[in-house]
Structures are given as structure tokens and as C-alpha cells.
């Protein structure tokens, strides 16, 4: 029996985004800001935010960054976005967000180029099909 | 009595070939072959089997949610103990540990510790790839559409840069690991290429090619362990699981003190050798089988398992001293890259090859002997490690 012979049980998901902190976090996001975390205990600051500091288990607060940082890792890969989609080329990177101790995942605007080093900001993206998706930077520091 | 005084002895084991299986079958079938031939490698009969331990690392594979109890049910175990084990990539090397926690601690007499996984057969390759994505932060990082290749090589970029590691270097892990395969019938992809053959294959995220990349398989593992009071006597060489330990990192990359270096596995190692009462690893490990997602992770985990000094492996693995006839062979069952990647069945099918090359019984006859080896596998960027220490029973 061939693959195409087989018979198929398809199996569609459908998962709501989140809610809570991270719907803060990603509403965040899409005005190009990022929510951190700073621990009042040993101070330090994560981005994006989180309840609990990861090094002391303190409660931490909340600040809001201007997502502006320098990328200190980059790749070129092949990603579906949508995951349903076509694949297409996307430029992932880290960044060190200004004040923030950690790095930030995100990817390239559509188009752009980068060195490690480079400074980069979020910027505002409307229209993604999952929050997580608007972690998108520039290079462009001026423009809105 | 010294609490290690149980570790637990391996009985035997049993794998199936890794590899995309084109006649129709599927996991069900694999894991009761895998647990027939390890019983009959143990040499024991199934109502000898207290527990069983089932690692498969995503429901979304195999399309079984709570697969243990049918696992047993397969392989005519109902009845028995049984717990599921999830832990990425790591699901095979954390169901070998909690085997081994059930014999020192006196829940079981015997473990069947069983992993599977359908890679390659079931779900196309990018719906695979998907599932994979979500293995990671699934919420920050995989539903942004970062894919496991993007967030190993961020790691790696970080790690090649520090330490000078070239793509060269990389590659030579791949040609390794790839020729290694070939000396292992059970393996998925066993070649011989050259470097300039995996710098030359299609780019799948900067540096990585698709040769750099490990594979997606179909498999299945099984491996009886045994608390040694109630191991029957054998003729042949048995292996005893001498250390066992698993550690944790921040499952974000950037969360990390440092992203290019696997804490995690560095941890798991630690504990592992230290039940184990080595010292020095570098010196006292004689053959290892690291996880090889991608060839970058090879060294990082080598590094990171104290197997090197930090930042040389890459220019170690380029002068063959991770070759079958280096200082220190690893994955000579050709690793994720060529052995294959089906992720609950790797950790145990890397602890059979461990046992199998320091009892003498390698399918390929090698110019030397191995007392005591390293079995190492980790979920996420290393988000989750398990690391086991499994050396020659003196007779």
C-alpha cells in the first residue's frame, strides 16, 4: 500500500490565544514596546516579562521598555509563518533590549538586513495571526 | 549499605532500525518488536517485568494521548507498573532515569524502560517540524514561528563566535557521525561524504546545512534493567548503569547566563559522574553517545560535559579525536545525524549502543576495547538534560 493509499485521519487545533500575562505582554508587543520583569531583591530585569524572578523566586514587578537593544545573535532560516503557510526566508535574532539583563527572540522586518551589533527597535505590527508573531525589529531607529 | 550499591544492571536490550518505514507499519509495531527482542536479549519472560517505563515525546506523533497503558497492552504487560515519560528530545534518557530511580529505590526488581516515536512516516516533515517548534516555548517562541534549526543555530552562533568554531569544523561532525552509521545496521542514514559535501547540501538556518542537521526517523527502544540481587546469572559481559543524572536550564535561549553553552547538560553530567565516582571525565570516559541535534550541539555538548577544554572541540572533531579511532569515540552508533532522530527512542537506543560497545558485542569489530561509556540527551536548546554513566560489570 503506498503513502497515498493510506487511509488519513485528519485532526484540526484550534487554540485560543493566551490570557493573563502574556496578553499584556503581547498587547505590548504590537505597540513595539516590551513589557519586563524587575526583581526587587537582586534587580535584575527580564524581557520579555515574567511573575517570578528566575534566579531568587522573588516576585517581581513589572516596567515597560522601549524595545529598542543591539542584536548579540542572528540566523537565516526557513519558517512558516502562519505555521499553515508557505515557507519563506526570516531573519531571527537576539537582542539585548536597553535595560533588560536578558535577550529577546524576535525577527527581522520583511526585507531588512543586519549585522550582530547592529541597533535595532520593535516595531508596531498589526494583522498577525498569533501575538507571538509581532516580535518583529527594525533597523529603521527613526522611523514610526 | 551504600545507597549505589543497587545501581541497576542491564539485562539487555532490543531496537528496531531507525529509519522511514515504507511498508505500512507504525509505532504500535515497532515498540512490540523492540520489546520482544529485548526480553529475549535480557533472557527473561515478560511476567518477570515489575515496571515499565514508555518515553515517547509528543502525543501530537503518534496521535496516542496516555500511550503507556497501551504500550503495555501491546506488549502483554498489563498489569505491571507503568509510568509516560516526556522530555523532548531528553524523553529517552529521562525514562532510562526513571528506571533507574525504580531499582535504587526498591519500587521494581525489573524495568522495561520502552521509547518510540513516529518521525517520519507519519505526519509530513513540516507538520513534524512544527510539533518541534512547540517543544521549545511553544508560546514565545515556536507560535513566532522560530523552528528548532533557528533557535539551535542562535545558540550556536553565540558558542562559534566566543570560540573561533568554523563551519568547517561543524561539518566534520557530520561526516563523522554520518560514516560511524555505517558500521550500524540499525542506523538511518549511513554515508560516506566529505566536508565539502555538507558544506555543499541546502541551507536550512545560517550556518546550518541540511547535513548538519539530524534526522527525522521512525524507531523504537526497549532495555531491561535489573537490581542486581535480582539479575540471573548470564554467560556473557553485562553493563551496569553506574551514574545517572538529569538537570534544567531556562527553556528561552536569551533567559540564559550564557545561550551558546548547555548548563543543563553541564549539570546533568556533573551528577551522573559524581554517582558514578568520576573525577576527571575527560580521562575517565572511554566512548560516549552525545546528542546530536545538529552538529554544533555536539560540541557544545562535548564541551559542556567537561569531554574537552572549552572551545576546542570544534578544532578536536576536525583532527578525528571524536572519530571511531580518536582519543575519545563519540556517537559511534552515527548519532541523531546518522544513527537518526526518533526522539523517545534515542536515549535508550543510545544506552543499548553503550552497553553493547563496553560488553563487546558492536556489530562492527573495533581495534580496541571500552570499559565505561557516556550516555548524554537533551529536549529543547537543552532546555532538559539527562546524562547516564553505564560501565563493564568486572566478571
Known amino acids: 500500500m503506498s503513502d497515498a493509499e493510506r487511509p488519513r485521519f485528519r485532526l484540526a487545533l484550534d487554540y485560543p490565544a493566551p490570557s493573563g500575562a502574556l496578553a499584556e505582554h503581547f498587547a505590548a508587543l504590537a505597540r513595539g514596546e516590551t513589557l519586563a520583569s524587575r526583581c526587587p531583591d537582586c534587580g535584575r530585569v527580564r524581557a520579555p516579562a515574567s511573575p517570578i524572578c528566575e534566579r531568587d523566586g522573588t516576585a517581581t514587578e513589572t516596567i515597560r521598555l522601549a524595545g529598542r537593544g543591539r542584536i548579540e545573535a542572528m540566523t537565516r532560516a526557513t519558517s512558516r509563518l502562519p505555521p499553515d503557510g508557505a515557507p519563506t526566508e526570516q ?54 | 549499605m551504600d545507597a549505589y550499591d ?39 519472560a515478560p511476567a518477570e517485568i515489575d515496571s515499565v517505563v514508555v518515553a515517547s515525546e509528543s502525543d501530537f506523533l503518534s496521535m496516542q494521548v496516555n500511550p503507556a497503558p497501551v504500550a503495555l497492552d501491546l506488549l502483554g504487560l498489563t498489569g505491571a507498573a507503568a509510568i509516560g515519560v516526556g522530555a523532548g528530545g ?19 526488581r525489573r524495568v522495561l524502560v520502552v521509547g518510540f516515536e513516529q518521525c517520519a512516516s507519519g505526519l509530513p516533515g513540516h507538520q513534524v517540524q512544527l510539533v518541534y517548534a512547540l517543544s521549545f516555548d511553544a508560546m514565545l517562541e515556536g507560535a513566532a514561528g522560530a523552528t528548532s534549526a533557528a533557535l539551535y543555530a542562535l545558540s550556536a552562533d553565540l558558542y562559534r563566535r566566543r570560540h573561533g568554531v568554523t563551519e568547517r569544523q561543524m561539518a566534520a561532525v557530520s561526516v563523522k557521525n554520518h560514516g560511524a552509521a555505517i558500521g550500524n545496521p540499525l542506523a538511518h542514514k549511513p554515508m560516506s561524504i566529505s566536508v565539502d559535501d555538507v558544506l555543499a547540501s541546502p541551507m536550512v538556518s545560517t550556518p546550518y546545512k541540511r547535513l548538519d542537521c539530524s534526522l527525522l526517523s521512525d524507531g523504537a527502544a526497549a532495555i531491561v534493567l535489573a537490581h542486581p540481587r535480582y539479575a540471573p546469572a548470564a554467560k556473557r559481559s553485562r553493563s551496569r548503569i553506574a551514574g545517572s543524572g538529569a538537570g534544567t536550564d531556562h527553556p528561552r535561549i536569551g533567559d540564559r547566563d550564557d545561550p551558546g553553552f548547555f548548563a543543563a547538560k553541564a549539570a546533568a553530567g556533573r551528577r551522573a559522574f559524581e554517582m558514578a565516582g568520576i573525577a576527571d571525565p575527560a580521562a575517565e570516559i572511554d566512548v560516549a553517545e552525545i546528542y546530536d541535534a545538529f552538529t554544533g550541539a555536539e560540541l557544545q555538548g562535548i564541551e559542556a560535559l567537561g569531554l574537552c577544554a572549552a572551545g576546542e572541540a570544534g578544532a578536536r572533531a576536525a583532527d578525528g579525536a571524536f572519530g571511531e579511532d580518536g582519543a575519545l569515540p563519540v556517537n559511534l552508533s552515527g548519532g541523531l545525524i546518522g544513527q537518526g532522530g526518533a526522539p523517545g527512542a534515542v536515549g535508550v537506543a543510545q544506552a543499548i549502543a553503550i552497553d553493547r560497545l563496553v560488553c563487546g558485542r558492536w556489530p562492527k569489530p573495533l581495534k580496541r576495547e571500552f570499559r565505561r561509556g557516556l550516555v548524554d540527551a537533551h529536549g529543547g536548546v537543552c532546555a532538559i538534560a539527562a546524562a547516564h554513566v553505564i560501565e563493564r560489570i568486572d566478571r
Open chain 2, 6 to 44: 543497587h545501581r541497576p544492571v542491564i539485562l539487555g536490550g532490543g531496537c528496531v532500525p531507525f529509519r522511514r518505514y515504507r511498508d505500512g507499519s507504525g509505532w504500535r509495531d515497532w515498540l512490540v518488536e523492540a520489546g520482544r527482542l529485548a526480553l529475549a536479549d535480557a533472557e527473561i
Open chain 2, 90 to 108: 531528553a524523553t529517552g534518557g529521562a525514562a532510562l532515569g526513571a528506571g533507574v530511580a525504580q531499582i535504587i529505590s526498591g519500587l521494581a
Open chain 1, 91 to 144: 531573519v531571527f535574532v537576539l537582542v539585548r533590549i536597553d535595560g533588560a539583563d536578558t535577550l529577546m527572540l524576535g525577527r527581522l522586518a520583511e526585507g531588512e538586513a543586519a549585522e550582530i551589533g547592529a541597533a535595532v527597535r520593535l516595531c508596531a505590527v498589526a494583522g498577525e495571526r498569533h501575538p507571538a508573531q509581532a516580535a518583529v525589529f527594525t533597523t529603521r531607529m527613526n522611523e514610526n
